[in-house]
């Protein structure tokens, strides 16, 4: 039987990098030693207090449709929340709560993109941003951030890349997987360009609450750009709730009629007692992620020196977010290849890093998501599987 074209428009590099992971996963469940480093997913649990009040909401029948575009408490917590750490003015009309980043993502890309628009997302880009914005016929445009440039944006490559059809320029701040940290220079020139050429700009924030170093900044808090920005992110990474699956878009109030005929037809609404789980991790539990950030801080150090020990591997020292990216090519070997060398000689699996764009290829990403002697035995395995390369 026939399947829709836009079958094709979703099925690129992005899902086939999962591969070795997914196979890493299968072992693991069935007891084999493999180690997983190729997953974004925190280790720890969602804190106590969270988990109590989806307890709670359900035991008090809160099993029910919900209002679709995300309760007013929880609205509002977002909105506080957002205008706290941006400064930027945020109401409820603002705000709109999906299915985590990677659902608010798909929904502002229906929502802005037509078919034939072209949409500039700055790469190495998350995995599924192809498909997310490509889906509903726009155009991606990949940008470098080379990485003889530490991965960071180089405005002139942008700006070359803009033309007539451009609508969307998505960025990732802090970065995954590169862990950069977009500086306020950086986001001014990029929001100049939008200015000048009168673009949207997607900024995906999720891993905001896990920065080491640098600081972090709203695009949509510098001057003109809250009216073009959508700003996107979740709980996901901040409060180790990832498959709670609850995130949020924020843009001008215009949007959120849109974002509603959206979220009838797509999901009808999150349920209500994760909604209310998440307004107690946005008040009650906000500065839950402080700790596991220090915890990650000093995984990201073991990382990074046990790393050290293979002579002709470059290591770069993420600002931010779960994963050290390395380079490979040293050994002589393509990143795809040596994720699948690696694993099956050693059981670690780690992703190929050029699925998140041609500027890393060569590149692999290594996630710090495990605890320190799984972590050190793992960059063990993958020194000496380096070493006699
Ligand atoms: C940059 C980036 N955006 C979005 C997502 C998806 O996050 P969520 O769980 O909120 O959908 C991820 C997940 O790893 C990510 O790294």
């Not at 029948?61 to 400064?87: C, E, M, N, W």
């Not at 889906?135 to 960071?152: E, K, M, T």
């Not at 405005?155 to 033309?163: N, R």
């Not at 007539?164 to 306020?184: C, D, Q, S, Y």
Request: charged share 20%; proline share 4%; with cysteine.
């Amino acid at each position: 039987m026939k399947v829709s074209s836009l079958t094709d428009r979703i099925s690129g590099e992005g899902a086939a990098a999962w591969e070795i992971h997914a196979q890493a996963q299968r072992a693991l469940s069935e007891g084999e030693d493999v180690i997983v480093l190729s997953v974004g997913d925190p280790d720890f649990p969602t804190p106590p207090a969270i988990v109590e009040s989806a307890r709670q909401a359900l035991q008090e029948g809160d099993t029910h449709y919900a209002t679709v575009p995300g309760r007013d408490a929880l609205r509002s917590a977002i909105a506080a929340d957002f205008q706290k750490q941006s400064g930027v003015p945020c109401e409820i009309n603002n705000v709109y709560v999906f299915a985590g980043t990677q659902n608010a993502l798909f929904s502002t890309s229906l929502i802005l993109l037509d078919q034939g628009d072209e949409v500039i997302a700055l790469e190495p880009m998350y995995v599924s941003y192809e498909a997310s914005l490509q889906l509903g016929g726009a155009i991606l445009v990949p940008v470098a951030q080379p990485a003889d440039n530490n991965f960071r944006p180089v405005i002139s490559l942008i700006e070359q890349a803009i033309t007539p059809k451009t609508r969307a320029l998505v960025i990732t701040t802090p970065n995954n997987p590169t862990g950069v940290v977009m500086t306020r220079e950086e986001l001014q020139a990029i929001a100049t360009l939008a200015i000048k050429h009168d673009l949207w700009v997607i900024s995906d924030e999720v891993y905001t609450d896990i920065i080491f170093e640098g600081e972090h900044l709203s695009i949509a808090s510098l001057p003109g750009m809250a009216e073009r920005t959508v700003t996107i992110n979740s709980l996901s990474k901040s409060h180790a709730m990832t498959g709670w699956r609850i995130g949020w878009a924020i843009g001008p109030a215009m949007l959120s009629e849109h974002f509603d005929n959206l979220a009838l037809c797509m999901l009808y609404g999150l349920p209500g007692f994760i909604q209310e789980a998440a307004v107690t991790a946005l008040t009650d539990q906000r500065d839950a992620s402080l700790a596991m950030r220090d915890i990650y801080l000093r995984r990201r150090d073991l990382v990074a020196n046990e790393l050290a020990k293979a002579s002709r591997l470059t290591v770069l020292t993420p600002q931010a977010a779960m994963y050290v990216m390395v380079d490979v090519r040293g050994y002589g070997l393509g990143s795809d290849e040596f994720c699948r060398s690696l694993y099956h000689a050693t059981g670690v699996s780690v992703l190929d890093a050029g699925a998140f764009g041609n500027s890393a290829d060569g590149w692999v990403r290594i996630s710090f998501t495990l605890g320190d002697d799984v972590l050190v035995e793992g960059c063990r395995r993958i020194v000496k599987f380096l070493n006699e390369c």
